[in-house]
């Protein structure tokens, strides 16, 4: 297993969701029809490659992380994925013609502030051999 790349691959998904995030804030405040528009892409994200990363995390990496000593940072992150699942329900359950443009703001916020938690509180905490590590135990 190419741990190197497993770590690439974390840290780049999380640099996509960022950048999604500060887009869809963008959109949803240029205008309702915008941000109904981006919906259907956003619940599909999110209830997806959103959903398998959190629960990647939630089952390999956080475990990991907390035996290192940032349970706080654990706890802190899975209530962020608790109330992102629970605006990607919100935003699943909106009907055709709601305005969505506030959901869909508060949501990309939320992964917004997630991510950049993440980003401030937690990786700096490791080394990058010790992610290395990390990835090495998350695979075995």
């Known amino acids: ?10 840290f780049e998904e999380e ?3 960022r950048e999604m995030a500060s887009k869809l804030m963008k959109v949803s405040q240029e205008s309702r029809e915008a941000a109904s528009a981006e919906r259907q892409s956003l619940v ?5 490659p959103m959903e398998r ?6 089952r390999a990496v956080f ?13 802190v992150a899975l209530r962020h994925h ?3 699942r ?4 919100k935003l699943a359950a909106a009907r055709p013609g709601d305005d969505v443009s506030q959901l869909i703001f508060d949501v990309a916020r939320r992964m ?3 991510t950049n938690f993440e980003g401030d509180y937690i990786y700096p905490e490791l080394t990058y051999e010790a992610w290395r590590d990390l990835m090495k135990e998350t695979a075995g």
């Open 15 to 17: 640099d996509r969701a």
């Open 63 to 75: 475990p990991q992380l907390d035996r290192r000593g940032l349970g706080a940072e654990v706890q």
């Open 112 to 114: 917004l502030h997630h």
């Open 1 to 10: 297993m190419e741990y190197d790349r497993m770590l690439a691959t974390l």
């Open 82 to 84: 608790a109330m992102i």
């Open 86 to 89: 629970e605006d990607a329900e």
């Open 53 to 58: 990363h959190m629960a990647y995390e939630e």
């Open 44 to 48: 599909a994200f999110l209830k997806g």
